[in-house]
DNA sequence: CCAAGTGTTCGTGAATTGACGAATACACGA
DNA sequence: TCGTGTATTCGTCAATTCACGAACACTTGG
């Protein structure tokens, strides 16, 4: 499995970390990642096809919200990378998802 | 001046709220209501034309996030909604105007 | 080698966003 | 009442977003 591109927590952009929480889906699947760390991406409990979910972990990912490490198979592993978005911005995602409702 | 619509606290959605404070020039906009509260529309540098500001205006308004109501003239003084948003998501506004970068 | 399982990529389409200028609405002072 | 200042609304436009299925890529088990 090829790696995929993590942006450094230097480059987080707070604009971005916020537009990636703002979708439900999105907000869901954070919340799900830092509740169950290691999951995988078809482990999601969720109506949408496959193609829009991966689109959703790509916008995560991207702003550095999440890892997606090469797990057993084809499969990838979602990490939360939260300790180190808050090493920029204290307290945004933590607070944030202590308001998601489950 | 005709009064404007506010979501009631209950109603406030935390999706529609970060969503929002991920436009820069909104979370500009919000950032200098709560340094500096009652601001009139006019007085916010900016490069954008009064219609585009009056629409962003208008987002984080029917977020919850500010309120607006009539001032001398026909002006409207913004105040920041930030004591009552924290009753329902403790810490999400605080947390992301402290991560403003002035 | 082949089939099954897991994700990503691509092309498409509908809906939303963010920008603008022009027109409009409203309050106030002269 | 007539400007002036302030802000909203409207129509338009380009760009982005979010959804999907089909096709592709890759790993692993048989």
Redesign the pocket.
Known sequence: ??P?FHPRVDDLDLSTIL?AC?????LRLLADINTEPGK????FET?????????????L?ESGLIR?E????????NWPRTAEVQMRFPDVISAILKSVTR
């Open positions: 499995m090829k995929l537009h703002a979708d439900p889906t999105r995988t991406c078809g482990t109506e949408l096809s496959k193609s829009t979910l991966s689109a959703h972990f790509k916008v990912r997606q090469p797990g057993p198979g084809n499969s990838r592993l």
